[in-house]
């Protein structure tokens, strides 16, 4: 009895082809489905029926030597081949992965890379790169550059800004139909009109008549893919099964028969080099699933295609529509029922203005716009986010085949309560908790392995000591960094700290090693101080450039600081410490000497960095050596100006200068003696931050008032946007207050006769400081 074979080309992950394979399955009942994914993750596909696992979700396939070798396959509800997985299992139908497996492509993809296309009738694999396959979608790290500049998406256009169809043949076809995008051909023709066995054939036509016509090369990676999913079609039908189903990507399609290139396709296949490969689930997300995050698969809007896969055609607008306004409502947003029935109706108008049959989303999104936001789109952001691309994160079942580290992590995340969700989420942390701590603990040690899963925020105020601000967002790739890590530790804290300890072995910088010591201290990798510890001793001896002990010295700050909230031992760190600030105090003065602006202002980050870290650790010695340092780089003739006015500010905040010593070193710099340049950068350093020292201090005020006040119109002119620096981070009200002294002056004109004013010449200023102040 002969077999019956039946080609289904489907676009993958397309809610129309989902729709329409279950229809073409149900009137077909295949005794065996052959599906365009790789052989060698056949038996994890068994798992996709599992009642735990809930899509989005992918298949990971990976060589464990090399973890960089990695393949995310996508799937979600909508995709046609999750839907064929679960008809077979629901008929008792067979399930086989007739592509060419990940083991053999990991082994040749090098050699594959330097071998020129050959030439074929069947073009290249647009829809497993470009139309979203979840079966080939190569996702690794080292990867990410060469999908985005590699194979070109569907949406990628030639030198006039169209589709260039030696890229994408689809557009083609599109532009023969007055279409400029050929995903809105598909769209509109083939994904509108689901549940309709009968597009196979006309699809399967349509690119038989495509390869005809356009007779394109094609990449040999390509050619293996096609003749190894012919050998197993051939394996397939030699044992016998009355009904065969193929289910690929539609271009695939017209050259997947068994009497095509016997000899060229096992010629083809000899001698390919094979690796080792394992394979998972990972949850998967909507965003990563659609062309904003950049990933190839392009798929429009998955949570739009979610729902034309669900619901109702009849009911898929006014769902919509529903929902968009309820998302609104929640961000106080008015938004009504009768808006949502006008933006059905809207959206209805598009659709026939433009001749199509159905809205699509295109048509939903601009009636939102012109009913919901009023014209602007700012408002539907939200709706985009959650109604066009989606927030959705798949699960998986526990129990699943994974690496000590993936079990451990998991572990403790259902231990602590720290559930992966793709949108972002605040997390804070109050360290005096011992669960929260743990949960600090641990987001830290991910962080030292390169998963960063959370990102920390900064945290102002006297709870900064004790509490903690996270942004967390789990991301699929961070599974696939997770298995990557593996080779650190089969735990967090174990990974965490060997990874610690290599890198502070490699890092050459004492700014680096105590950076990293911060960090293994606010993750409490215990294994890891001591070798970090006599990592930074053995650098810091034999530094003498003091701007990397500037740099060294608030991070370990910081630790001696967090040390007794988090409960560790910092005995270690503060013998760092004591060797450390002397021998920056000395060098100091020196490093401030001789250097012009833009050094300068380098150095002077450092420098207040440094100052607000020896006042954290609160030791007398340190802060007097610290202030002696400041003081000799103050006086010090040869100190850029912008340093000695700075030092000058901080010994006047911290209270080791008083009012008469500082306006005797404010009268110095702006004597007529000084340059200019000098003169405006002392300005500037000593202003640095705030003017409340000018407003609460008049002598101050008055000295440089008056420098200003002798300045020729040229000069002034010059120094004018110099002196603007200094004035940027006041706030608006000390401006204000500012000017009210100036005019208050302007306005007293005995008083000015009393100390010798000149009040002519004292208006002539006030334009310049109502310029200087950005009054």
């Known amino acids: 009895m002969p077999t019956d074979l039946r080609l289904f080309g489907i676009r993958h992950h397309g809610p129309g082809s989902a729709a ?14 052959l599906l365009e994914c790789p052989a060698d993750a056949e038996a994890a596909l068994a798992m996709a029926t599992h009642p735990e696992l809930v899509p ?12 960089g070798q990695a393949s995310f396959l996508p799937f979600a509800e909508f995709s046609p081949e999750w839907q064929a997985v679960q008809w077979c299992f629901q008929n008792e139908a067979h399930v086989r992965c007739m592509d060419l497996p990940m083991a053999l492509r990991f082994g040749m993809r090098e050699a594959v890379a330097d071998l020129p296309p050959s030439a074929s009738t069947s073009p290249p694999d647009p829809l497993s790169k470009k139309e979203g396959e979840p079966a080939h979608e190569d996702d690794s790290p ?4 060469e999908r985005k500049t590699g194979s070109p998406s569907l949406l990628e256009r030639g030198s006039e800004g ?23 051909w598909w769209e509109t023709h083939l994904e509108h009109a689901p549940g309709n066995a009968d597009t196979f054939a006309v699809v399967l036509d349509l690119m038989t008549a495509l390869r005809e016509e356009l007779h394109r090369p094609e990449t040999e990676e390509t050619l293996l893919r096609e003749a190894f999913m012919r050998e197993t079609l051939r394996a397939t039908l030699a044992q016998g099964y009355p009904r065969v189903a193929v289910v690929c990507g539609a271009w695939h399609a017209p050259v997947l028969r068994a009497e ?3 000899k060229e396709d096992k010629a083809r296949l000899k001698g390919l080099k094979k690796v080792t490969t394992e394979t998972t689930w990972i949850p998967w997300t909507y965003e990563r699933l659609s062309f904003s995050s950049g990933y190839g698969a392009g798929v429009l809007s998955p949570a739009w295609y979610e729902l034309l896969f669900a619901q109702p055609r009849a009911e898929v607008l006014t769902h919509w529509m529903v929902q968009a306004t309820r998302l609104l409502r929640g961000q106080d947003v008015e938004a009504s029922s009768a808006h949502a029935i006008e933006g059905v109706r809207l959206a209805a108008a598009l659709a026939a203005v433009r001749g199509l049959t159905l809205p699509g989303i295109d048509e939903l999104q601009e009636a939102a716009v012109a009913i919901l936001g009023g014209g602007y789109t700012e408002p539907l952001a939200l709706v985009h986010k959650e109604l066009v691309i989606g927030v959705k994160l798949g699960e998986v079942p526990a129990g699943l085949p994974a690496t000590p580290l993936q079990q451990d992590l998991a572990q403790q995340q259902k231990t602590l309560r720290l559930k992966p969700e793709a949108i972002a989420k605040p997390l804070d942390l109050d360290l005096r908790q011992p669960a929260q701590l743990d949960r600090s603990h641990l987001l830290h040690r991910l962080r030292l392995l390169d998963i960063n899963w959370g990102e920390p925020e900064e945290v102002a105020g006297k709870s900064g000591t004790f509490h903690e601000m996270w942004t967390l967002e789990w991301e699929p790739e961070m599974a696939l960094a997770v298995i990557e890590a593996g080779r650190w530790g089969n735990t967090v804290l174990a990974a965490a700290a060997a990874r610690a300890t290599v890198r502070a072995a490699e890092a050459t910088s004492l700014e680096a090693v105590s950076k990293l010591l911060e960090d293994a201290l606010r993750a409490d990798l ?3 101080i001591p070798a970090l510890v006599a990592r930074l001793e053995t650098i810091g001896a034999d530094t003498r450039d003091v701007t990397h002990l500037l740099a060294a010295l608030p991070p370990l700050a910081q630790v001696l600081r967090y040390g007794n909230v988090r409960r560790t031992d910092t005995q270690q760190v503060a013998q760092v410490v004591q060797q450390l600030v002397p021998r920056l105090c000395i060098g100091l003065p020196a490093a401030c000497a001789g250097i012009d602006y833009d050094a300068a202002k380098l150095l002077l980050g450092r420098i207040e960095a440094t100052h607000q870290a020896i006042r954290l650790l609160q030791n007398d010695t340190h802060e007097a050596d610290w202030y002696a340092a400041l003081a000799a780089a103050q006086r010090n003739a040869a100190t850029n100006g912008l340093l000695a006015g700075t030092a000058a500010r901080l010994l006047f905040d911290a209270q080791q200068a008083d009012a008469s010593a500082t306006a005797t070193a404010l009268g110095l710099a702006l004597a007529p003696a000084q340059p200019t340049s000098y003169a405006t950068a002392w300005t500037e350093g000593f202003l640095r931050g705030s003017g409340l020292l000018l407003i609460y201090h008049r002598e101050l005020f008055d000295l440089l008032d008056g420098w200003l006040g002798e300045l020729n119109e040229e000069t002034f002119r010059e120094i004018v946007p110099l002196l603007r620096r200094a004035f940027t981070d006041f706030s608006l009200p000390e401006r204000r207050k500012i000017l009210e002294i100036a005019n208050m002056d302007a306005a007293t004109p005995a008083a000015a006769m009393e100390i010798a004013f000149d009040w002519e010449r004292g208006t002539r200023v006030l334009p310049g400081l109502r310029e200087l102040l950005g009054s």
Request: aromatic share 8%.
């Open 56 to 67: 989005p979700v992918a298949l990971l396939v990976y060589n464990p030597k090399q973890q």
């Open 142 to 145: 080292d990867k990410a550059e």
């Open 260 to 262: 095509l290139f016997k």
């Open 526 to 528: 215990g294994p890891a």
């Open 162 to 184: 169209e589709v260039d169809a030696e890229v994408d043949p689809v557009a083609y076809i599109a532009r023969l139909a007055g279409y400029t995008d050929s995903e809105q």
């Open 20 to 33: 329409s394979l279950v229809a073409a399955l149900e009137a077909f009942r295949p005794d065996v489905v």
